[in-house]
Each structure stands twice: as structure tokens, then as C-alpha cells.
């Protein structure tokens, strides 16, 4: 049977709240200092001194970062996003890139055309028939 790990894994806070078993998931496990910053409840930091695992601790390029930014105002992901979580995606873009490539990722988020005669209409207000939003 093949092995269902994967090279690279990149981890935020929640996986190390939740305790996530990260070393039997993938062969090195990433993160960015920000997310160690904000881990403050004693259990977990106990847990993150003694991990069974290397932890490596990775800042992303401002390359990086800044097409992360982009991508997520495009998609309109970019309001409900931390910095730190800008930091961690843009991590998993930049070992991908590095490790696999980028000629597999989107450059621009897809365009949905929604077509409101087949979705409810809100008789309070007026709604255009097609519009255009990105995914």
C-alpha cells in the first residue's frame, strides 16, 4: 500500500489547538512564526515544546504575500482573512511553487455567471438579471 503522506505540509493554529497528528499526515511540517505568536493557552504551547516532529518555522517571500493579497481581493476573501492567515497561504504558494511549480495554478480566480431568473428574487429591491462574480 502507498503511502498517503505528503512531502510538504503547511500548518496554522488550529491544527496545533486541535492537536492534529501533522507527522502522519506529511514528511515536514511548516509554519510561520506569527502562528506560534498566537498560540497563548499553556496546553498547547507545552504540546509545541515537545512536538514528536521537526517544526519548521518559515517566513514567506513578499512575492508571495502580495500575490496571495491580490488573489483573495479578487475572490473577495481578502476581508475575512488575518494577516497571519495572508502568511500561511502564502506560504503553501511559495513551497508549491517551489516544489512542484506554479503552471497547475490559477493566475485569476475563475468568473461564475449567476442567472437570477432561476435563483429567488427579492421583490424588495431590483436585481440585474446576470452578473458576473468571481470565485
Known amino acids: 500500500m502507498a503511502s498517503s503522506r505528503v512531502p510538504h505540509v503547511v500548518a496554522d493554529a488550529g491544527a496545533f489547538l486541535k492537536n492534529a ?15 506560534v505568536n498566537e498560540i497563548r493557552d499553556r496546553p498547547t504551547r507545552r504540546r509545541l515544546a515537545v512536538l514528536p516532529y521537526e ?8 512575492e508571495s504575500i502580495q500575490l496571495v493579497t491580490d488573489f483573495s481581493k479578487k475572490t473577495g476573501d481578502y476581508v475575512s482573512l488575518s494577516a497571519t492567515d495572508i502568511k500561511v ?3 503553501a504558494y511559495q513551497l508549491e511553487a517551489e516544489h512542484v511549480g506554479t503552471e497547475h495554478i ?7 455567471v ?3 431568473l432561476e435563483t429567488p428574487w427579492d421583490p424588495l429591491y431590483l436585481k440585474p438579471l446576470f452578473c458576473i462574480y468571481g470565485l
Open 21 to 35: 497528528a501533522l507527522q502522519e499526515i506529511g514528511d515536514h511540517i511548516y509554519t510561520v512564526r506569527d502562528v
Open 106 to 112: 490559477r493566475n485569476e480566480p475563475p468568473q461564475k
Open 55 to 62: 517544526l519548521l518555522l518559515r517566513e514567506p517571500k513578499a
Open 89 to 91: 497561504l502564502a506560504l
Open 114 to 116: 449567476i442567472n437570477f
